[in-house]
C-alpha cells in the first residue's frame, strides 16, 4: 500500500513582478525518489525552500504523515525529519569534516563520538571519508559527501537533494546513485532536482513537472523519452544545437608552457600548460573538478599572472595584460562562478551589462556613462537569451541560478568576442537553455571565433567541441580529434593517461 510521506496543497508565492509559485499540488510517497522538473525560474527553487523552511509560503499547506506542517526555519524542518542538500556546498575549508559536519546538526556530540558516527555511517552508505581530513583537501565529490553524511546523521523522512551531480564525475554519480537507491530501501524518500534528463530516468520513480509557476504535469520517467520530458518542462519543441565542420582558421590564442602557482593552498598549480586556439574552433578541456580548471581559467582571463610561459593574442604578446586590456583587444571570458565572480548581486542587469560591455557596445563616452544604449544592450541580452526577469532594471541577485548564467553567457556572446574562454557554460541551467546556450557558442566559432570551454559536462564537450584534452593535476593531456574519442578513453585521459590509440591533432 503506497503512504503519503509530504502532501503539497495549493502552494502560493508571489514576489514583486513574479509568481514564483501558483497553486502548486501534489504527493511524495514513502520510499520514493521524486523528481522535481522545471525551466530555470519554473518555481522549483522557492517550492523547496518553502519545503525546509526557508520561506514562507502565501497560501496553501503543507501535511507530513498526514499532519499540518508549516515550518518557519530550517531548524524546525530538520526536527521533522526534512534534511536538505543544496547545489552550493556551505562548507569551511579550513575545518575537517567533523566540524563541518557538527556545524550543520542542532545537538551535536562530542568530536570524538562524532567521529565514529560518520566513519560507520559514511562507510554503511558507501560514501567513506575521513571524519579528521580537512575539507578543503577533498575533491567535489567529497566535499558533497560531507554534506549527505551531515543530512543522513539526522536519519531524515525525507532528503531534498538540488542539482547533486552538476560536478561530479560519472564514477562519482555511479557512487551516489548507489546511495541514494539504499535509502529508497530503507524507507526514505527523496525530492531530486536535476536538469540532467537522463538521470531522472534512470533514478526516480515519479516526476512532477512546474512550468512559470505552476504544476503542469506529472509521469513515470523510466516510461517517458528524455525528448519528451525536455518538451513537457519547456511546452515546446528543443532544436538540437548544429555543429558545421568548417575548416580551422589561423592561430588566434598561443599558450606556451605556462606556469602558475594557485593563490589557494586548496587549488592546484598549473605545469607547463601548452595549446593553441584557432579561428572557428572550439577546444574543450575535462577532467574532475580541483585539477586546475580554475587557476587555467584566471591565468587565460588575466586575473592571475603566470610566472613562466607566454600567451600570445595574434600576434601580441598579451602575458601581463589585465582583464580589461585583454578585453579591448577582443579576449573575452565567462567564470563559472556567476554570482560575486561575474555578476555583482545588489547591482541592476544595466549596471553588471556595463562592468563588461563598456569598450565594445561604446557605453561610455568621456567619462561619462550612456544608461539608454546601457540599458538597450542589457534588454538585447535579456530577449535573445530569454533570460526570465520583471525587467532590466532589477538586481542580478534577484534571479534564478538559470536564468543569471543565461544572462552571463549571453552578455559575453553578443560582444563578438574572437576568442572567448568560458567556464561551466551550462551549470545549473535547463535542458532547453542548456541547447540554446551551447548552439550561441557553436555559432559565434562558425562566425570566426576561437572559443574554449572548461566543463566538466563530458557530454556538452562531446557535442560541441572539435578538440578534447584533459586536465590532471594542473597539467594538460595531448590534445585530440573529439571525433575519435570514446568515453572509456576520455576517461583515461582525465586520470593523467599518456597514451592513447587516437589521432592526434
Known amino acids: 500500500m503506497i503512504k503519503k510521506l509530504l502532501e503539497i496543497n495549493g502552494i502560493s508565492k508571489t514576489y514583486p513582478g513574479v ?47 498526514g499532519v499540518p506542517f508549516r515550518p518557519g526555519t530550517p531548524s524546525e524542518a530538520r526536527k521533522a525529519g526534512i534534511a536538505m542538500v543544496f547545489q552550493h556546498f556551505s562548507l569551511f575549508e579550513a575545518l575537517s569534516v ?26 554503511s552508505y558507501g560514501l567513506p571519508l575521513d571524519p579528521a581530513k580537512t575539507v578543503g583537501e577533498l575533491s567535489v565529490g ?11 546523521l539526522q536519519n531524515p523522512k525525507l532528503l531534498v537533494m538540488d542539482e547533486p551531480t552538476s560536478v561530479l564525475t560519472p564514477q562519482e554519480v555511479d557512487i551516489l546513485f548507489k546511495t541514494l537507491l539504499k535509502l529508497r530501501s530503507e524507507g526514505t524518500s527523496i525530492l531530486y532536482i536535476s536538469h540532467k534528463l537522463e538521470e531522472i530516468r534512470k533514478l526516480c520513480d515519479t516526476a512532477t513537472i512546474l512550468r512559470l509557476g505552476k ?17 513537457m518542462m519547456v511546452g515546446s519543441t528543443i532544436k538540437a544545437p548544429e555543429k558545421l565542420n568548417k575548416p580551422a ?65 595574434n600576434g601580441i604578446n598579451i602575458t601581463k595584460f589585465n582583464p580589461n586590456q585583454r578585453r579591448k583587444i577582443g579576449l573575452l571570458s565567462a567564470p563559472e562562478e556567476r554570482l560575486g565572480h561575474a555578476a555583482a548581486p545588489n547591482m541592476s542587469l544595466i549596471e553588471n551589462t ?22 538597450a544592450f542589457a534588454e538585447k541580452v535579456i530577449k535573445k537569451f530569454d533570460v526570465r526577469t520583471p525587467g532590466s532594471q532589477n538586481t542580478a541577485g534577484s534571479l534564478s541560478g538559470g536564468n543569471l548564467q543565461k544572462f552571463v553567457i549571453g552578455r559575453e556572446i553578443l560582444q563578438n568576442p574572437s576568442v572567448f574562454i568560458v567556464n561551466q557554460p551550462t551549470w545549473g541551467v535547463d535542458a532547453a537553455a542548456a541547447s540554446s546556450i551551447r548552439q550561441a557558442l557553436l555559432t559565434l566559432s562558425e562566425n570566426g571565433a ?44 582525465m586520470g593523467g593517461a599518456k597514451d592513447l590509440e587516437v589521432h592526434n591533432v
Open 19 to 65: 509568481i514564483a509559485n501558483s497553486d502548486i499540488s501534489f504527493n511524495i510517497n514513502t520510499g520514493e525518489v521524486h523528481a522535481l522538473l522545471g525551466e530555470n525560474g519554473a518555481g522549483k527553487s522557492t517550492l523547496v525552500k518553502i519545503i525546509y523552511g526557508l520561506v514562507k509560503p502565501d497560501s496553501g499547506n503543507l501535511l507530513l504523515n
Open 98 to 123: 567533523a566540524e563541518n559536519i557538527s556545524l550543520g546538526m542542532d545537538n551535536p556530540p562530542n568530536q570524538r563520538d562524532l567521529g565514529k558516527k560518520i566513519k560507520s555511517v559514511s562507510e
Open 142 to 152: 567529497g566535499r558533497q559527501r560531507v554534506e549527505i553524511i551531515r543530512c543522513l
Open 215 to 231: 504544476k503542469v504535469d506529472t509521469c513515470t520517467p523510466e516510461k517517458t523519452s528524455t525528448k519528451k520530458l525536455a518538451e
Open 249 to 313: 582558421g589561423r592561430v588566434m590564442l598561443n599558450v606556451n608552457n605556462i606556469c602558475c602557482v594557485s593563490k589557494s593552498q586548496f587549488g592546484t598549480s598549473l605545469t607547463n600548460v601548452t595549446f593553441d586556439l584557432r579561428q572557428g574552433k572550439i577546444l574543450g578541456i575535462g577532467g574532475v573538478a580541483g585539477n586546475g580548471q580554475d587557476e587555467l581559467f584566471a591565468v587565460l582571463s588575466g586575473e592571475q599572472f603566470s610566472q613562466h610561459g607566454s600567451i600570445g593574442l
Open 354 to 375: 556595463l562592468i563588461t560591455a563598456e569598450n565594445s557596445q561604446n557605453l561610455v563616452s568621456r567619462g561619462f556613462i550612456d544608461w539608454k544604449k546601457s540599458k
Open 450 to 493: 576561437a572559443i574554449l570551454v572548461i566543463s566538466q559536462d563530458l557530454d556538452e564537450l562531446l557535442e560541441i567541441s572539435d578538440q578534447f584534452a584533459a586536465l590532471n593535476g594542473g597539467a594538460l593531456s595531448r590534445i585530440e580529434k573529439t571525433a575519435d574519442l570514446s568515453m572509456e578513453q576520455i576517461g583515461l585521459m
